[in-house]
Nanobody, 120 residues
Framework: QVQLVESGGGLVQAGGSLKLSCAAS????????ISWYRQAPGTRRDLVAC???????VYDELLKGRFTISRDNAKNTVYLEMNSLKPEDTGVYYC??????????????WGQGTQVTVSS
């Protein structure tokens, strides 16, 4: 059974940093795109960043420069490094395994999410 497990969330002050991890089990995802989404209470789930199997990355333009997505296929893990965090970055962060090598919006296998809270 394919399982994605996010970790690394927590409470951080504005201006701080966090590094999230998305680890996969039951599958090898070197040939799949992996995305990070986030969802604040009462809002839709929005794309943060995606990394394709080629290593090509896609970012929400407003987050580019503060957030960096990377992958370690040997560890079956994708990371999201978040710097200069702001209170509006608060939300549940989810990773998504695409069914193929491309970033497919909202389609694939989801993790359970990890909470990120940024205090002002």
């Amino acid at each position: 059974q394919v399982q994605l497990v996010e970790s690394g969330g927590g409470l951080v002050q504005a201006g701080g940093s966090l590094k999230l991890s998305c680890a996969a089990s039951g599958t090898v995802f070197g040939s799949n795109a992996i995305s990070w989404y986030r969802q604040a209470p009462g809002t839709r789930r929005d794309l943060v960043a995606c990394i394709m199997s080629s290593g090509h990355t896609v970012y929400d333009e407003l987050l580019k420069g503060r957030f960096t997505i990377s992958r370690d296929n040997a560890k079956n893990t994708v990371y999201l490094e978040m710097n200069s965090l702001k209170p509006e970055d608060t939300g549940v962060y989810y990773c998504l395994k695409s069914p193929n090598s491309e970033c497919v919006y909202l389609l694939g296998t989801w993790g359970q999410g990890t909470q990120v809270t940024v205090s002002s």
